[in-house]
């Protein structure tokens, strides 16, 4: 096989799991922000791969030590603008980068409160979901943003039940009611093009209406019909509340769980005691859009495509 026989369709390389933890101090009281960053690269030749020229590549180890760099120098207000600042370094410093691409994720520290007084400078590490974002732009296109929450682990012990299901000889699972609905979310969202949001209070908002759906009014509850509804229900509350988000893909693991028969015990077991079962495990998945922001981009896409025709007719004159 020749070179020439094939088209490079897509090449990238980068740095994964950078691990470094930022402490900001002001007086006695410090702030501290632990992530874990991943920036890939697509250079404007694929020489290095089709020829072994290594003349345009700007080494892994470079990239770590620019993300050290900028975290010294810029800080890390929100791992949004982190994302941001690293994306732009790139394009505007190398004009050999084609696409650049950069993952965030943020170790949930939390300061340490004492009697109700925050702690100038201990914090403890709060497992309640793990916030992250994507940042990523193509040479002379716009800044994308990404973010989200993962690992998300929630449970509810009623008010959720599976029943009217399509059934066939391979059918077991019998119908139910009342059953608990517990699972571990991930949910992404999209701003569509980079602006100056409020990235905290953004993302404070999106995870109190997960919970706020998926638990409902805390003296009684709202059922849930299927895990599908559930994820459903979090989305639109989050696309009716949170008019910046433009797209949000949400995918939500289910753990089940078996009641123990404590009959050959002498003992009746009326949901009380209940084991997990691991593996194998359902999954369900739906991303939704606001038509305008679809209907916007296929607009986008049409007037590149034109300005593309064009140009190549102009260079065909």
């Known amino acids: 096989m020749r070179i020439k026989d094939v088209e490079v369709l897509n090449c990238e390389y980068g740095k994964n799991t950078i691990k470094f933890l930022r402490l900001h101090r002001e007086g006695k009281k410090h702030f501290v922000k632990e992530v874990e960053v991943c920036t ?4 404007t030749s694929a020489q290095e791969y089709l020829e072994g020229n290594n003349s345009l590549v700007i080494p892994t180890d470079t990239m770590k030590n620019i993300v050290l760099v900028l975290a010294k120098k810029n800080g890390i207000p929100t791992i949004e603008q982190f994302a941001i600042d690293i994306c732009k370094h ?5 004009c050999q980068v084609a696409y650049v691409k950069t993952y965030v994720q943020e170790v949930p520290w939390q300061r340490l ?10 914090f403890i590490c709060v497992p309640d979901g793990i916030r992250f974002c994507e940042a990523e732009q193509c040479r002379n296109g716009p800044l994308v943003l990404f973010a989200g929450i993962k690992d ?6 009623t008010q959720s039940g599976f029943e009217g299901f399509f059934k ?24 569509g093009e980079c602006r100056d949001f409020d990235f905290d209070c953004i993302w404070n908002k999106i995870r109190e209406c997960i919970l706020e759906v998926f638990a409902g009014p805390p ?3 709202v059922y849930s019909p299927s895990y599908q509804k559930t994820v459903n229900s979090i989305q639109m509350h989050i696309l009716s509340k949170v008019p910046q988000v433009q797209v949000i893909e949400t995918a939500l693991n289910n753990t089940f769980y078996n009641v123990v028969d404590m009959k050959n015990l002498g003992l009746t077991n009326d949901k009380e005691v209940l084991v997990p079962v691991e593996t194998p495990y359902g999954s369900c998945a739906c991303t939704l859009a606001r038509k305008k922001f679809l209907e916007a981009q296929a607009h986008v896409v049409k007037d590149e495509r034109q300005s593309q025709f064009v140009l190549t007719a102009a260079q065909g004159n």
């Not at 409160?113 to 201990?122: K, M």
């Not at 066939?168 to 701003?191: A, M, Q, V």
Request: one cysteine or more; aromatic letters at 10%; hydrophobic letters at 30%.
């Open 90 to 94: 790139f394009m505007t410093t190398f």
């Open 219 to 221: 003296d009684c509850g």
């Open 168 to 191: 066939n000889e391979h059918t077991t699972l019998p119908e139910r009611h009342d059953r608990i609905l517990c699972g571990e979310l991930f949910c992404k969202w999209s701003y």
């Open 113 to 122: 409160h004492e009697n109700g007084v925050p702690h100038v400078h201990s």
């Open 152 to 157: 998300l682990k929630l449970m509810k012990t």
């Open 40 to 43: 890939h690269l697509r250079l």
